[in-house]
């Protein structure tokens, strides 16, 4: 017997899904000792364990590529496949960027196999996105995929993936606004973690979400003494400015380059929005205002690729696969053949 999965490997989270769209999640980030380059612990054991103290340090592997960190990526891939408790072959599908290089996907399949899977396949993830949305990549589409530190994007024409444009804009641009903003209220400093609660809470770059506030404790950037404040829904109108804009036009640049023999058929389903830097309040609706263009955000946009990539990994046929590890290309292929088949 053989336990398919798929893997997103997201900058803020490791995401795995089965067959069952069971979906197991934790950050992807390890503790480890500034001293020795010892991993203290990872994922939520080592969110749990970080006190801000001077001797550990919180490290995501995946923040500067997968090469950032052998050992370090090699102890975040291995503790999420370990969650499976599978004694079974493991066969994967892991989401990559439409810029992943062939020298990374090498070094990522390498570490995969030493985590105990041992067949690997990689799928752009604007394209699994789209698949675990619920839409059949066979259609003409625009899949957009806002993860922590990146945007993918997939343009579809009857099937064929026409455009794959990964922009370096996701939600923790978002997060960073909401930061500096706090510290220009009075120089007072708070984590990326504060800044990314408040954005969940009280962000909107679109009108109907309930006026609220929020207590939070900062720290005096000249004493270094802790002090609270309270923000509003009110005080942060506006400081997404930057990073919608930035992503706005990297989408709008998408489909300016979309044959205009193709235009008709990819407005008529318009968008899909998945990921969780897409979950800001009204992101969905300004995009359909400002490019004019239906915009769909499924229920399990934060878990769309995770969920995608474990359907295409079962419909991956056990005979006659392409050599290529990157099977991007022939995903909708591997649909329509296995709707013929039920």
């Not at 801000?52 to 370090?72: A, M, Q, S, W, Y």
């Amino acid at each position: 017997m053989v336990t398919k999965i798929g893997l997103d490997l997201g900058y803020a989270n490791i995401t795995l899904s089965d067959s069952t769209a069971t979906v197991y999640r934790e950050p992807s980030i390890a503790l480890v000792d500034k001293e020795t380059r010892r991993i203290v612990a990872v994922g939520d054991d080592a969110m749990s364990l970080s006190d801000g103290g001077e001797k550990t340090v919180l490290v995501r592997p995946f923040k500067n590529g997968l090469l950032f960190d052998h050992k370090i990526t090699q102890s975040v891939i291995s503790n999420a496949v370990r969650s499976l408790g599978s004694k079974e072959k493991i066969r994967c599908t892991v989401g990559v960027s439409a810029d992943f290089q062939p020298k990374e996907e090498k070094e990522l399949f390498a570490m995969l196999n030493t985590a105990g899977i041992s067949e690997c396949f990689a799928v752009n993830r604007a394209v699994a996105a789209l698949v675990g949305a619920g839409y059949s990549p066979s259609i003409s589409v625009i899949s957009v995929n806002v993860g922590a530190s990146r945007t993918e994007i997939a343009v579809f024409n009857d099937g064929v993936v026409t455009q794959a444009v990964s922009l370096p804009v996701g939600g923790e641009d978002f997060d960073k606004v909401v930061k500096q903003y706090i510290f220009d209220q009075g120089d007072v400093n708070v984590s990326l973690s504060v800044a990314r609660a408040i954005k969940e809470k009280l962000g909107s770059v679109w009108q109907g979400k309930p006026d609220e506030s929020v207590e939070i404790e900062g720290v005096l950037s000249l004493t270094g003494n802790k002090v609270r404040m309270t923000v509003s829904s009110e005080d942060i109108v506006g400081v997404f400015e930057k990073p919608l804009y930035d992503l706005l036009r990297g989408v709008a640049e998408v489909i300016k380059k979309i044959p205009l023999d193709h235009v008709e058929k990819t407005f008529e389903n318009g968008i899909v929005l998945t990921g969780g830097g897409a979950l800001l309040y009204g992101l969905d609706m300004m995009m359909n205002k400002v490019l004019d263009i239906p915009v769909m955000q499924p229920g399990c946009a934060i878990d769309s690729v995770a969920k995608g990539l474990a359907r295409i990994n079962n419909i991956i046929p056990t005979k006659g696969r392409a050599a290529s590890k990157d099977i991007t290309s022939q995903v909708s292929k591997y649909y329509e053949e296995s709707k013929s088949l039920n």
